[in-house]
């Protein structure tokens, strides 16, 4: 019997922890994305018998300094492999930090079906217990498994499986750091075998409307996010809103915040700002017009996506338009 033939998997390299290497191995202090992403491969058992793998750096950072360069030639490089019939999945290590908003914003403008897996570690390659070759074998399973198709960009960690659209570092520290507060996890890996709980019912990847040459033709806007507290004033929104095409609240509770602020935040929409209301307590569904007025104020309600994802989707939505109706409508699709 001829042998089966072994899936081909492109692995992309961005650097973070899991290609981190310590000054010395009892030491908290290392430094992220300094080894390649050979050595990485190289680390982990067991995967050439899993796959053909095959490898490239795109980028050497730790992730709390992701860029929109960056994110440009990865979701090209990701683009062109998944159009490629000579692979059949694609892993991107990642630093955890700012992982989710790289997930989040590959399944809103790849328009493929493949398998795009997300995977990071908590622990640097050097350390006692390193949790990325573990993490790094799951993502090239998964990566290769014909199930993971059609579920957009997908995260692994601690053997968990994770939608991009759900998916959140809610941990500093520890290898259990990831979670899917809202809807759960979309399933585990054992082995080299993956496991769905449940179907994907987001849309994304061949669905979604939004491109990445629409953003790098139009330039990215500008939005940044505002954490609400007691006593919060005015003039950190108003300062923004000189700055900024969109702003999100990270609110209190249901995506609320000081009169003082909201007033702020209803001349920032007046003059032509997006504004949308989003909740710090991390998991939940900030909806329209509860305590907040938001026909009144003009308005934009977060739903479910946390400050951060609703900054990429804010992003990518005033790409294409600054009506607030419309971009209502991308927070209650996406
Ligand atoms: N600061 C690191 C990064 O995001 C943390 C990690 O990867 O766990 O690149």
Redesign the pocket.
């Known amino acids: 019997m001829p042998e089966p033939r072994l899936p081909a998997i492109a692995v992309l390299a961005t650097?973070?922890?899991?290609a981190?290497v310590q000054s010395e191995q009892a030491s908290a202090a290392y430094r992220?994305?300094a080894l390649d992403v050979s050595e990485l491969l190289a680390a982990v058992p067991g995967l050439g018998q899993l796959a053909h793998i095959r490898a490239e750096q795109v980028a050497s950072?730790?992730?709390?300094?992701?860029s929109y360069d960056v994110w440009s030639r990865l979701a090209r490089r990701v683009q062109a492999l998944c159009q490629d019939p000579a692979v059949d999945g694609i892993v991107i290590t990642?630093?955890?930090?700012?992982?989710e908003e790289t997930a989040y914003f590959l399944s809103l403008v790849i328009r493929h079906d493949k398998p795009v897996v997300l995977v990071?570690?908590?622990?640097p390659a050097t350390a006692p217990g390193a949790d990325g070759p573990a993490n790094l074998f799951y993502a090239a399973a998964l990566a290769a498994c014909p199930q993971a198709r059609g579920r957009g960009a997908l995260v692994v960690m601690n053997e968990d499986i994770h939608y991009a659209r759900e998916v959140q570092?809610i941990s500093c520290a520890g290898v259990n750091?990831f979670a899917s507060p809202n809807r759960g996890r979309a399933g585990v890996m054992r082995g080299s075998q993956a496991f769905f709980y449940s179907g994907n019912t987001t849309v994304h990847s061949v669905a979604s409307e939004f491109s990445l040459e629409t953003l790098e033709t139009g330039g990215w806007p500008r939005v940044e996010v505002v954490h609400a507290g007691v006593d919060l004033g005015g003039d950190v929104i108003e300062f923004l809103a000189g700055r900024c095409q969109g702003i999100v609240l990270a609110g209190v509770g249901d995506g609320n915040a000081t009169d003082a602020a909201m007033q702020a935040l209803q001349r920032a929409a007046a003059s032509g700002v997006a504004v949308v209301r989003a909740s710090r307590t991390g998991s939940g569904r900030v909806g329209r017009n509860g305590e907040v007025d938001d026909d009144a104020a003009g308005f934009i309600a977060a739903g479910e996506l946390s400050p951060q994802k609703a900054r990429v989707l804010l992003t990518l939505g005033l790409s294409q338009t600054r009506d607030v109706g419309k971009l209502q409508a991308y927070f209650d699709r996406y």
């Open positions: 650097g973070g922890t899991i981190g992220a994305g950072v730790g992730s709390q300094n992701m990642h630093g955890t930090d700012t992982l990071g570690a908590m622990r570092k750091a």
